[in-house]
């Protein structure tokens, strides 16, 4: 599962909308089904997001 971001524009304003996406094998192709939407989100929710559905975690806050 991942997560998937939608980005809509009107006029010149991008509103993002976030998913959480499952990927299935089926009759030998590979079809993408939403498990859930998650709605608006921001660009600065974005990185967060991913990173919380991600295998391996990256360190997002770093020290001096």
């Not at 599962?1 to 509103?15: A, D, R, S, V, W």
């Given at each position: ?15 993002y ?7 299935k ?23 967060y ?16």
């Open positions: 599962m991942f997560i998937k971001i939608l980005t809509k524009t009107f006029g010149n304003e991008k509103h909308y976030a998913s959480l996406v499952e990927n094998r089926i009759n030998g192709k590979v079809v993408q089904t939403v498990k859930a939407n998650l709605g608006p989100v921001t660009e600065e929710q974005i990185p997001l991913k990173a919380a559905y991600s295998k391996k975690k990256p360190r997002l806050v770093y020290d001096d």
